[in-house]
């Protein structure tokens, strides 16, 4: 069986500057990780430019990525240190001449030691600040990007930060999640407008980390909608100013009361026999049912803009590539208009609070020399990717 996606489609692959860059005064630094390590190397992305160009490109036309703003702007207000500006410049000129498209995501989780030190997401005087740093960074860099991409999945950073405790300021507060939440679709909203004022006729959005929540019996049915609606309902309709509708999709999450995942309580998992990675329950149809949902209550372009599977086992990674472009197919058939999917990620990196062992890449990347190393999944991906086509096989176990 074969799977066509039409010519205009977009594939690309997706990172994040702090997972892939040595970290410099932001607030993850030397944080200790869930698999025991320190982040504070990751993988020398900015020693290694010309070769991860040459991985980037040859993976796919497009590239979702990020900037670190802790190094761009070391002070609230200041400008651009000028040696970063033109490190960043020589890469985004050498990435876009290699007939690379990029997709500029603004924050992506990590804030400047400077800006967490004044109340970060949870003070609204800060929005001033981040809108401060994003107004430079489409001024100076806006003819490298053809998509904008404000906030990478402000619900799970949110929930994560301030509900669970498990990123940066692990400060548990549900009065704070929401006044986050709600601060950044305040930033976002104005930046939408400023991009639309300086950098004309490029699409604007929002990444959302969208999950399937369900409850696995009686007792999980009432928590599982509240999570829902929490997380897939209220928080995206903050985000009115909008060209596209970003999705990330990784996973089903189910109630027993409490939400079961392969990292909390893996022996549920085993007993209810549910297929997993490494991390959640492995469920691919969650990603058209969500992508249906969406697509019926906003009839916005929806641009897959994070999806992939963990797992140290690159024969599922595979699988769940052909597992994942049916969904895309099946949803396509109904109607949804879906421009693009970007595949998280290009290579393995430090995964925030989990660490280097949770792996998402196409290419390995080396826990002592950081030397990358091709896995058969990236042949796969990126025949896809410039083909626009995929002979799709069984599913991911």
């Given at each position: 069986?074969?799977?066509?996606?039409?010519?205009?489609?977009?594939?690309?692959?997706?990172?994040?500057?702090?997972?892939?860059?040595?970290p410099f005064q932001h607030d993850w630094m030397n944080l200790r990780s869930r698999d025991g390590n320190t982040f504070?190397?990751?993988?020398?992305?900015?020693?290694?430019?010309?070769?991860?160009?040459?991985?980037?490109?040859?993976?796919?036309?497009?590239?979702?990525?990020s900037l670190m703003w802790s190094k761009l702007q070391q002070q609230p207000f200041a400008g651009f240190d000028p040696?970063?500006?033109?490190?960043?410049?020589?890469?985004?000129?050498?990435?876009?001449?290699?007939?690379?498209?990029?997709?500029?995501?603004?924050?992506?989780?990590?804030?400047?030691?400077?800006?967490?030190?004044?109340?970060?997401?949870?003070?609204?005087?800060?929005?001033?600040?981040?809108?401060?740093?994003?107004?430079?960074?489409?001024?100076?860099?806006?003819?490298?990007?053809?998509?904008?991409?404000?906030?990478?999945?402000?619900?799970?950073?949110?929930?994560?930060?301030?509900?669970?405790?498990?990123?940066?300021?692990?400060?548990?507060?549900?009065?704070?999640?929401?006044?986050?939440?709600?601060?950044?679709?305040?930033?976002?909203?104005?930046?939408?407008?400023?991009?639309?004022?300086?950098?004309?006729?490029?699409?604007?959005?929002?990444?959302?980390?969208?999950?399937?929540?369900?409850?696995?019996?009686?007792?999980?049915?009432?928590?599982?909608?509240?999570?829902?609606?929490?997380?897939?309902?209220?928080?995206?309709?903050?985000?009115?100013?909008?060209?596209?509708?970003?999705?990330?999709?990784?996973?089903?999450?189910?109630?027993?009361?409490?939400?079961?995942?392969?990292?909390?309580?893996?022996?549920?998992?085993?007993?209810?026999?549910?297929?997993?990675?490494?991390?959640?329950?492995?469920?691919?149809?969650?990603?058209?049912?969500?992508?249906?949902?969406?697509?019926?209550?906003?009839?916005?372009?929806?641009i897959i803009t994070e999806n992939g599977i963990c797992t140290q086992d690159d024969t599922k990674r595979i699988a769940?590539?052909?597992?994942?472009?049916?969904?895309?197919?099946?949803?396509?058939?109904?109607?949804?208009?879906?421009?693009?999917?970007?595949?998280?990620?290009?290579?393995?990196?430090?995964?925030?609070?989990?660490?280097?062992?949770?792996?998402?890449?196409?290419?390995?990347?080396?826990?002592?020399?950081?030397?990358?190393?091709?896995?058969?999944?990236?042949?796969?991906?990126?025949?896809?990717?410039?083909?626009?086509?995929?002979?799709?096989?069984?599913?991911?176990?």
């Amino acid at each position: 069986m074969k799977i066509r996606f039409p010519r205009t489609f977009i594939f690309g692959t997706s990172t994040s500057a702090c997972q892939i860059e040595t970290p410099f005064q932001h607030d993850w630094m030397n944080l200790r990780s869930r698999d025991g390590n320190t982040f504070s190397r990751t993988t020398d992305h900015e020693k290694r430019l010309d070769e991860d160009i040459g991985i980037i490109s040859s993976l796919a036309p497009h590239y979702r990525m990020s900037l670190m703003w802790s190094k761009l702007q070391q002070q609230p207000f200041a400008g651009f240190d000028p040696v970063v500006v033109e490190h960043y410049t020589a890469f985004l000129k050498a990435l876009t001449g290699s007939g690379v498209r990029i997709m500029m995501v603004m924050h992506h989780f990590a804030n400047p030691t400077w800006f967490a030190k004044k109340g970060g997401w949870a003070n609204d005087e800060n929005i001033d600040a981040w809108f401060d740093y994003g107004r430079r960074l489409v001024e100076t860099f806006g003819p490298y990007v053809e998509t904008w991409n404000t906030f990478n999945e402000p619900n799970l950073y949110a929930s994560m930060a301030f509900v669970r405790g498990e990123f940066p300021p692990f400060n548990k507060g549900i009065l704070k999640a929401n006044a986050v939440i709600r601060n950044i679709a305040k930033a976002h909203n104005r930046m939408y407008d400023h991009i639309k004022r300086w950098d004309p006729g490029k699409m604007v959005g929002i990444s959302h980390n969208c999950t399937v929540f369900q409850g696995e019996n009686l007792l999980g049915r009432i928590p599982a909608k509240i999570y829902d609606w929490c997380y897939m309902s209220y928080a995206e309709d903050l985000f009115k100013k909008t060209d596209f509708f970003g999705m990330s999709y990784y996973a089903r999450i189910g109630f027993d009361p409490f939400p079961i995942t392969y990292l909390t309580a893996p022996e549920r998992i085993a007993k209810w026999q549910k297929k997993h990675d490494d991390m959640w329950e492995y469920y691919p149809e969650g990603l058209e049912e969500c992508i249906i949902r969406f697509w019926n209550k906003y009839k916005k372009p929806i641009i897959i803009t994070e999806n992939g599977i963990c797992t140290q086992d690159d024969t599922k990674r595979i699988a769940a590539i052909s597992d994942y472009m049916k969904a895309l197919s099946s949803a396509m058939s109904q109607g949804a208009e879906i421009l693009g999917y970007y595949h998280w990620t290009a290579w393995d990196n430090f995964e925030w609070s989990l660490g280097p062992t949770f792996q998402f890449g196409l290419y390995s990347c080396d826990p002592l020399t950081k030397d990358r190393r091709k896995k058969p999944s990236a042949d796969i991906f990126s025949r896809l990717a410039f083909t626009k086509e995929l002979d799709v096989n069984g599913s991911a176990d």
